[in-house]
């Protein structure tokens, strides 16, 4: 018996060994140079990538809420698209438009052909547009009212506009797929409700949708006679080439196991967080840095005149007692930069980077404004989820200044419904939001209008939508109302999150602002099928 | 038999009732509206009024609660408004993973919950029994959650013994990649009913050796081994097997962790799901659904008690 035990426990100590000290083989974790890769060695291959969520759905037009744009982009194309300059480019369609924007004439490219092989008609194109008008919230605000009349005639639909509105344009462009061309047929079938059979799965793009397992798996395969628009810029709209043999999707929330599988090899692509980050090398996994924006941020409420945090010394005394890096670090285990700046180039203003209350914790700037506010020594009340770490420091930093505080913990979705009405009895509120190749005036209205009343900031948006993106006269605007936005401190940006992406070395990933597919091609494509 | 049959079938019906009402109430004290999910963080308060009242949430709640009961009895038990499919449809094959891995799960509790609570009720207060009782607790105290990502770490990832996630079909891949799938979640599960099985069995097993007719074959002169293993054990099988048809149950409603943990796209993790995006629709029925079977299974949990041992009488 004695013998036994002890054989067993040897075998268990020795099982133990060898379970935490084996490794798969690692590499050097550099990236794969594959500039110097020829066009033609560049097919072929497949490509897994994991993403925690996704919405479960086929349709392009439905996507609002639960974001899926890991896929759509690479099966469904807008008529137009832009690049990385903000300029609108062709996609489906050709295009032109008037000086003052207020006319689109639309005509289909040549070649252009459904994945069931069937050309694409202009009809066609009107046909999904009115319908994602129809459906797509930002396309019922910002398209379906400002257009006067849609006239077909000879292949060319002509759209005139009741008056320019960058919006108008810029939603029907958009990277997310909001009014991707679909068959009139597919439009007719299902009306307003989503497109929910793979059969019906029809678009324009580099891949079609081969294989769908619920929840879990979109399996692309590369569609043969895709005819790219051919241009030298960058950007989403860039000229697609469907390099991959095949692009599987998979569906994956669980952190432990989507990471295991990642540093298996049987992603890709996949994320990585905490001290995970920091085994990505020993793994061989190469890191993609984020380009877009995805910022930490504390929202005041300043729409209910009866809270403290009405007033803007006291929001100014918060935001300058809180210490960002401190905040940040609690925020997230991935990597960070301190970074005010809520838009990408051409709008990265500075000016968010310059406000005194600006990143250090400054008890003394903070008491300044204190003593020049009107509190009375009212409990300010934060919103956080459950278990928030950024919770923690606000309310240490706020105790030290001298606060009444309060956190009140919420899961995620009673939150929304409780800062959607502002007479509710809070404060502050921690939260995150996404810029994406996007114009201020496309900024999610969290920021923008949940819990900043101001008359001066509406017009400054309003002005915006009325000039074109990127031009001079559109960072003029977004200057003053960065300025405004600092000096009215309503929303305070803390930090953007940077890598949070990791890669195969062999990748050559496509990444210009959003993770795509296309064009993203192996080194050695035969070693990956 | 019929008699019994149709009473406790008839019994059932009130349940069922409470159960639709609870589930009803439930769903609508969650905090927070499914419209912010649906429509988006950009969905403004007139667009999220809109679809609430298009989903009837205006309504009094009495008329709601009869509407709910008139689609649950004519068949209409919605859509999902995560991806507007039946609910029905979302639920197809997702049976199938969440059925094998309770099935799975609960012969890995018997094989190794049954044994180790006959040796230890025949090695009592032994150091075996002790040992075995500790093992045991051991997977009673370790939560789930933790077990299930370890032996991702190490069967896993480390040794390479399992898939590190997921799970393959049987229509696609046959039986036997399905249970090596399932094969760790089963064996996290398991272990973690092994304690109750076992302390079960041990005791079954020390009331069957407590008896007359056990001291009386001993008397006899009947080896221990056979006293044991042939005259007591087939008294305490019979009782075993009812406690592990209910176990069944058990582990088809504690299959939500092992679901998420191994992303296996199951009735369990669709639950989940539903719950955290406010799909009331989904959510009320796998609630409803889950209801129904757990009751289907008592049912016959006693019609197998009956069948075990006839001198057992429901006072009917």
Known sequence: ?529 | MAKFLFKRILSAIPTMLIVLTLVFILVRLLPGSAAYDVLGDDATPEQIEAWEEEQGFNDPIYIQYVRYLKDIVTGNWGTSYFNGRGVFENMGNRYEPTILLALFSTVITVLIGVPIGIVSATHRNSFLDYALTTFTLLFLIIPGFWLAAMMVYVLGFQLQLFPVQGYKYMADAGIFQSLYHLAMPALAMGMMHVASTARNTRSAMLDVLNEDYIRTARAKGLSKSKVQYKHALKNVISLVATLIFGSVAQMLGGSTIMEKVFNIEGIGKLAYDSLMRRDYPQEQTIVLMMSFIFIAMNILLDIIYKLVDPRVDFGD
Not at chain 1, 298 to 303: I, K, Q
Not at chain 1, 424 to 449: A, G, H, I, M, W
Not at chain 1, 502 to 527: R, S
Request: with cysteine; proline share 5%; charged share 20%.
């Open chain 1, 1 to 529: 018996m004695k013998k036994v035990l002890a054989l067993t426990l040897a075998l268990v100590l020795l099982l133990g060994l060898v379970a935490c000290g084996a490794k798969p083989g690692t590499t050097t974790g550099e990236g794969a140079n594959g500039a110097d890769i020829p066009e033609e060695a560049r097919y072929g291959g497949v490509l897994n990538k994991q993403y925690g969520s996704c919405a479960d759905t086929f349709d392009p037009h439905y996507t609002t809420g639960w974001v899926s744009y890991a896929w759509t982009n690479n099966v469904y194309e807008n008529p137009i698209a832009r690049d990385d300059q903000g300029n609108f480019v062709p996609c489906v369609c050709d295009f032109e438009l008037n000086e003052d924007m207020t006319v689109l004439k639309l005509w289909v490219r040549e070649g252009v052909t459904f994945h069931n092989g069937d050309p694409v008609e202009i009809e066609d194109v009107v046909a999904s547009i009115e319908r994602s008008a129809s459906m797509v919230s930002n396309m019922k605000k910002y398209w379906a009212p400002y257009v006067a009349s849609v006239t077909v005639e000879d292949g060319v639909a002509t759209y005139t506009f009741t008056e320019f509105n960058i919006n108008t344009l810029l939603y029907v462009a958009h990277w997310a797929t909001w009014a991707a061309v679909l068959p009139q047929e597919v439009c007719e079938k299902y009306g307003a409700d989503p497109i929910n059979q793979l059969e019906d799965a029809i678009g324009t793009g580099p891949y079609y949708v081969a294989e769908y397992q619920t929840n879990s798996l979109y399996r692309l395969n590369r569609y043969d006679a895709y005819v790219a628009v051919e241009g030298d810029w960058g950007g989403y709209g860039q000229t697609k080439k469907a390099y991959m043999d095949q692009i599987n999707i998979w569906i994956n929330q669980d952190a432990t196991s989507s990471v295991m599988a990642l540093f298996n090899g049987d992603y890709d692509i996949g994320s990585l967080s905490g001290e995970y980050v920091t085994m990505a090398a020993d793994y061989g996994l190469v890191g993609i840095k984020n380009p877009q924006k995805n910022m930490m941020a504390m929202a005041f409420n300043t729409l209910n005149p009866n809270r403290p945090t009405s007033d803007v010394n006291v929001r100014k005394a918060i935001a300058a007692a809180i210490d960002y890096d401190s905040m940040a670090q609690a925020w997230t285990e991935e990597a960070y930069e301190i970074d005010a700046r809520p838009m990408m180039a051409p709008y990265d203003d500075d000016v968010f980077n310059t406000a005194d209350y600006q990143g250090a914790a400054n008890l003394e700037l903070a008491k300044e404004y204190l003593a020049k506010s009107n509190y009375n020594g009212e409990e300010i009340v934060l919103l956080a989820g459950p278990g928030s770490g950024p919770a923690i420091i606000w309310d240490a930093n706020l105790k030290a200044l001298g606060l009444n505080v309060k956190i009140e913990y919420m899961e995620g979705t009673t939150r929304k419904a409780y800062y959607g009405d502002n007479s509710n009895p809070y404060d502050c509120v921690t939260f995150e939001y996404e810029v994406k190749d996007s114009v201020p005036c496309q900024l999610s209205s969290t920021p923008r209008e949940k819990f900043w009343g101001s008359e001066l900031k509406d017009k400054l948006f309003a002005d915006m939508t009325k000039v074109p993106a990127a031009s001079e006269e559109s960072i003029a605007i977004w200057h003053e109302l960065a300025q405004h936005w600092v000096d009215d401190c309503s929303v305070v940006n803390f930090a953007t999150f940077t890598t949070s992406r990791f890669h195969h070395p062999d990748l050559v990933p496509n990444y210009p602002g959003l993770e795509f597919d296309y064009n993203a091609y192996w080194v050695n494509p035969a070693e990956h099928q």
